[in-house]
């Protein structure tokens, strides 16, 4: 970036501050979220924040966008004590290469892409990355753009030939991070810094020139090492200059409407706004506009999620996206729902395949199939591959998807996904139908009974591209013996995830493979318990694994019939391992034996505090895992050696060795009086999608550093028992929490303690392990959660003193009215009374699973299937946990003698009945 435009934004920031808020703030009086991607200096960042938070009564919530989480932390805590006021969210991501995922926000948002960053980008690549923020962004919302401007050749120039040889040290430290993160050796004091106008394309190349000849080598792969020759140059980011009309042209074509211009005092340098139009999110206003067209019949569509779903596209996305402008074009928002009605027709093929690209294959047969012969023959002649995702869906609308979509595009799918314990069987009965299912890559298969497995097991062998698997057993699994025998058979398999259900008092056995067992499979995921003790075997039988993941290793206390020779896994670069009470020597065997080329390694141990030797672990990294770039460990344990405190043990992890690799360490207490027990981590955690969350002590008697990598979380577990104000961490794109206990807040309500870690309105799914919960902090909570699909409870806490009065509250009835609970779990053996409470306060479930009385069992059951109740009249699958199997017999007689229902499935898998219809 030309050094001056720094100053000159920060004339422009000075002097329209108040303009800019007021432009960017429209008729919307309500909160705002600003995103400022390129994050780092807060200075001129800080005068406009300011002026918006001015305009509004609600917090400002600010999202700095950065690649590098260093320059983050800064932003943060220079923003944070400049506005007490302001929320501050980073995120570290590279918005270029990846997808710049904003919260979800209720008001309106202004993403700022300042300090001239965009003239780095070509001018196709700087409208292609505006058109994709613009895909996060609502009507309404906005982008404001720093851009430098065309001016005098000589000019430009001399902002990059300064006299304080600013973009000379720019290119060296762009060569010392060459040599820090890939190895090089560049000598800075031979190269010097070059700027050439480019007339033809308005543009100044930046280059390093090699003043002498040299050999610069890499130390990782002597075949990248490079000769240069005197006057060799190497070409570092282009800075485009824009006239007012190649920023209008810009703007167009990044689907973007221009507002409002902002300039310097010699017009050198210009500030726009840019808001979200028509053109620019098609996708989602043609889903409105059908919506208005065809209430109340297809409504939900709105609702349906985005998913961008892969596969080959009709036309090259230029062309489509042009042509999509053109056919567009002529939408007036304000025009009558018939003349919607008229242009949807009008619309060709390719702008609903452009939808379809956005919703998930049922979501699409189930709003535009049926409605006349065009849309039918849409979705029916296509070549495009297909993904089939049969979840929560009721037994009649399955049967219709499955004859009018599934079996007549059976050639067409491409990943096929059931996850309902019924639809395997209706699926692969017929004898060799998967057969024909010829194009089938991944196949995932939830709650499918081991029988029916076995029966299609042979099928797998024969599909030609099938190379993805995952399966979760409906059934307990004590020995996986034969799962995993079968799966390996599977000789096209590269990825394969197992999810294992298994009794925590039973006793598991080895997984007993032999060398007949060997498998191709490069990514395997255990995500349940797995003996330690077939470890050795099962690694032995993966030559070519890349990627392990197993979500508990135990010891069985059996021992292997035959331990395998080890094989040199030289393939293998990611172990993620959490060792439930395995010694660390035993562990350590194992790391010796087949770690040797692993780049990163997370592990979660407890119950050895051998685990806490700093020494041993710097010894055993040296020598046995040289390729190691991360190592992410979290320890949980007390210490028993009273020679020693725990903080003399973790101390030792602040040695040179740990510092020099940049691996850094903090602790947590869960509470004061037990400080020779904690939880050891790593800080800066490797891509962690859950995260064990406590609040600090009340009184500080240790530091506790702030973490980094905390946008990778998706799930937070909240397990202190008293909550403060004091909160280091929060969680920014977190969806899922699960409360362990039931915390004291103090003075502050449980939403308002939750609120400072994870945004509540973001989440989707709510888990409450603990027995103490009362029932109307459940309902409070529910009341900042309004995006939930699904619940758990473990236990429900009712008071009977005051549960009338509870239900005729502003805040049950609001909660009633609001919630999109689809999902519910209650292991709590509820009552009949206890029942009607709850379905009246879930009126749109679909799902339930639930502990019932069993004294109460057949009035519960007449309850939620009775014709004549309008409180369940969605909810079409249900699952009473933990009865005897005699009750399956009982309930279907019921169910038959009431003619409570015409059309279901009935089935008994491990002490669970399953209803579906």
Not at 446 to 459: A, S
Not at 841 to 846: G, W
Request: glycine share 2%.
């Amino acid at each position: 970036m030309h050094h001056s435009c720094s100053r000159r934004e920060q004339q422009i920031f000075e002097t329209n501050a108040e303009d800019i808020a007021a432009q960017a703030q429209g008729a919307c009086k309500n909160q705002h979220q600003v995103a400022q991607l390129g994050a780092g200096i807060a200075d001129r960042v800080a005068i406009l924040l300011n002026a918006i938070a001015q305009r509004q009564t609600e917090p400002l919530y600010y999202i700095p966008v950065n690649v590098s989480s260093t320059a983050l932390d800064m932003t943060k805590t220079t923003m944070q004590s400049r506005m007490p006021g302001i929320f501050v969210i980073p995120k570290t991501v590279n918005y270029v290469t990846e997808k710049l995922e904003l919260p979800n926000f209720i008001g309106r948002t202004l993403v700022m892409c300042i300090g001239a960053s965009i003239d780095n980008f070509s001018r196709e690549e700087a409208a292609m990355m505006l058109e994709k923020i613009c895909h996060q962004l609502q009507a309404g919302d906005g982008i404001l753009l720093g851009i430098d401007m065309f001016k005098d050749p000589a000019i430009i120039l001399s902002g990059y030939c300064d006299t304080n040889r600013l973009h000379d040290k720019f290119h060296g430290n762009f060569l010392r991070r060459l040599n820090r993160e890939f190895g090089y050796n560049f000598d800075v004091d031979q190269f010097r810094h070059q700027a050439i106008w480019n007339e033809r394309e308005s543009r100044v190349e930046l280059v390093i020139e090699s003043s002498c000849s040299q050999r610069v080598q890499c130390n990782h792969n002597i075949e990248k090492n490079i000769d240069f020759i005197t006057g060799d140059k190497v070409h570092t980011p282009d800075s485009y200059k824009y006239t007012y009309e190649q920023i209008i042209k810009l703007i167009k074509d990044a689907g973007l409407e221009l507002e409002k211009i902002w300039n310097d005092e010699n017009k050198w340098f210009i500030r726009c706004v840019g808001a979200r139009s028509l053109i620019c999110h098609l996708k989602q206003n043609i889903i409105m506009q059908y919506r208005i067209a065809f209430q109340p019949t297809y409504l939900n569509i709105v609702d349906m999620p985005r998913i961008k779903r892969k596969g080959n596209h009709v036309v090259q996305h230029s062309s489509k996206k042009q042509k999509l402008k053109n056919e567009i074009s002529i939408i007036d928002i304000n025009e009558s729902a018939s003349a919607y009605r008229c242009l949807l027709e009008d619309l060709s093929n390719e702008i609903f395949y452009e939808i379809f690209d956005h919703l998930d294959n049922y979501h699409i047969y189930k709003g535009f199939f049926h409605l006349n012969r065009r849309f039918k023959k849409l979705m029916m002649n296509s070549n495009l591959p297909m993904t089939i995702n049969i979840s929560t869906m009721s037994k009649s609308n399955f049967e219709n998807y499955y004859n009018d979509i599934l079996i007549p595009n059976k050639r067409r799918i491409n990943t096929l996904r059931s996850s309902n314990p019924f639809v395997a069987d209706i699926l692969f009965l017929p004898p060799r139908l998967l057969l024909e299912f010829i194009h089938l890559e991944t196949l995932i298969l939830d709650k499918i009974k081991m029988k029916t497995f076995d029966k299609i097991f042979v099928e797998l062998m024969f599909l030609p591209k099938l190379h993805s698997l995952t399966i979760s057993p409906g059934e307990y699994v004590q020995s996986s013996s034969h799962l995993f025998s079968s799966i390996f058979s599977l000789h096209k398999l590269k990825y394969c995830k197992i999810i294992i259900q298994t009794k925590v008092s039973e006793t598991m056995f080895p997984a007993y493979l032999s060398e007949y067992d060997e498998s191709p499979i490069e990514y395997l995921i255990i995500d349940g318990r797995f003996p330690f003790e077939s470890l050795n075997n099962l690694l032995s039988c993966l030559p070519r694994l890349r990627h392990l993941s197993i979500s508990t290793l135990v010891k069985s206390g059996f021992e292997e019939r035959r331990e395998l020779p080890s094989t040199k896994l030289k393939y293998l670069k990611y172990i993620s391992l959490n060792l439930d009470y395995v010694r660390f020597d035993q562990f350590e065997k194992i790391l010796k034996t087949f770690f040797h080329y692993v780049e990163i390694l997370r592990i979660a141990t407890l119950f050895d505090e051998a685990y806490l030797n700093a020494k041993r672990w710097e010894e055993l990294l040296s020598i046995h895992m040289p390729c190691l770039r991360i190592f992410d460990m979290n320890h949980c344990d007390s210490i028993r050696n009273n020679s020693l405190t725990y903080h003399d043990l973790i101390d030792q992890f602040n040695s040179s060795f740990w510092i020099s690799k940049q691996w850094f360490f903090t602790h947590q207490h869960d509470w004061q009086q037990s400080l020779e027990s904690g939880m050891f981590y790593s800080t800066n955690r490797y891509r962690r999608q859950d995260y064990t969350f406590y609040w600090e002590l009340a009184d500080k008697i240790c530091p506790h550093a702030e973490e980094n990598n905390l946008n990778s979380v998706k799930h937070v577990h909240v397990c202190s028992k008293r909550a403060n104000k004091s909160c280091v961490n929060y969680f920014p794109n977190a969806t899922q929490l699960s409360i362990k206990r039931y915390f004291e807040t103090l003075d502050d309500s449980i939403s308002t303690s939750l609120s400072r870690i994870v945004p509540l309105q973001q989440l989707t799914k709510l888990v409450i392990e603990c027995y103490n919960f009362p029932w109307e902090e459940i309902v409070k909570l529910l009341c900042f959660t309004p995006n939930l699909d699904a619940l758990k409870l473990d236990f429900i806490k009712f008071n009977e003193n005051n549960i009338n009065l509870m239900t005729k509250s502003k805040t049950y009835q609001y909660v009633s009215n609001t919630n999109k609970i689809k999902n519910l779990d209650v292991r709590h053996a509820c009552s009949y009374e206890r029942m009607r409470l709850i379905i009246n306060l879930f009126p749109k479930l679909e799902y339930l699973k639930t502990g019932v009385n069993r004294k109460e069992i057949v009035q519960i059951v007449r309850f939620l299937l009775s014709k004549s109740n309008n409180e369940t009249q969605n909810l079409f699958f249900l699952c009473i946990s933990e009865i005897p199997k005699i009750c399956l017999k009982e309930l279907n007689f019921l169910i038959k003698l009431e003619n409570l229902l015409g059309d279901y499935f009935i089935t008994f898998i491990n002490r669970d009945l399953y209803l579906w219809w």
